[in-house]
């Protein structure tokens, strides 16, 4: 099975702090993404990258920034952490060859920026 | 843009009642669509998916049908477990430029009463 695997479950930050989420996958999966999900907003994607140094902005990148250094780890960076970034963050991926192969995602982390 | 209407929730049934969550999706194309379940605590994982109209996706006693006249691709269980309590997502995945931007439905929260 594919496993992503997301470094911290919860985290508590403070206002203004440079915040890394880290997520690792096993699987040399292409493509990976970051999602925020937030109660009523349902997923909105943040960055995703098709390939090692790749990266796109989704819907929602503003106050956010990635890096993609090996194929197996995608970074999601907060450069100064805002409360309006508290919010449960979610890492997938997938196998890049086919549109429709499905996402497999972590378990998540949950940032409370105070 | 892409789009996907998933019936809101919440949902609370009985343990053994029948279960149909509905989603409809944008006519852009021709999708492949899934349907995604979210445990607490935990990340999303796939719980069935169909590539063509007419194709069925089943799992775990849960059906799916491509209906490509309606743009439809409900969810539908004919008996509730309680461990069947979830948030599940409908997410169609299109091929070319969009076929990163994933769009998910905003999930629809289901409690199954014992």
């Known amino acids: 099975d594919v496993k992503v695997t997301q470094s911290s479950r919860y985290l508590v930050k403070r206002t203004g702090e440079k915040v890394f989420l880290e997520c690792v996958q096993d699987?040399?999966?292409?493509?990976m993404f970051w999602y925020r999900q937030d109660p009523g907003l349902g997923l909105r994607l943040i960055y995703f990258?098709?390939?090692?140094?790749?990266?796109e902005k989704g819907d929602i990148p503003e106050g956010y920034s990635v890096s993609r250094e090996k194929k197996e780890r995608f970074s999601l960076i907060l450069e100064s952490a805002s409360t309006n970034q508290t919010s449960m963050y979610l890492c997938?991926?997938?196998?890049?060859?086919?549109?429709?192969?499905?996402?497999?995602f972590g378990n998540g982390t949950r940032l409370t920026v105070t | 843009g892409d789009s996907v209407t998933q019936m809101e929730g919440p949902v609370t049934l009985s343990e053994e009642a029948c279960l149909t969550i509905?989603?409809?999706?944008?006519?852009?194309?021709?999708?492949?669509l899934f349907w995604y379940v979210q445990y607490p605590g935990e990340g999303l994982q796939l719980l069935l998916k169909?590539?063509?109209?007419?194709d069925k996706g089943s799992n775990k006693g849960f059906e799916a049908t491509y209906r490509k006249e309606t743009t439809s691709f409900h969810l539908e269980k004919g008996s509730v477990q309680v461990s069947d309590s979830a948030v599940y997502f409908c997410?169609?995945?299109?091929?070319?430029?969009?076929?990163?931007?994933?769009?998910f439905g905003k999930g629809t929260k289901l409690s199954v009463i014992p």
């Open positions: 997938a991926s997938r196998h890049g060859v086919r549109f429709n192969s499905p996402l497999h």
């Open positions: 699987m040399d999966h292409e493509n």
């Open positions: 990258s098709y390939d090692v140094k790749m990266k």
């Open positions: 509905n989603c409809t999706y944008t006519a852009t194309g021709y999708p492949s």
């Open positions: 169909a590539t063509k109209a007419d």
């Open positions: 997410a169609p995945a299109y091929s070319g430029a969009g076929s990163y931007q994933l769009t």
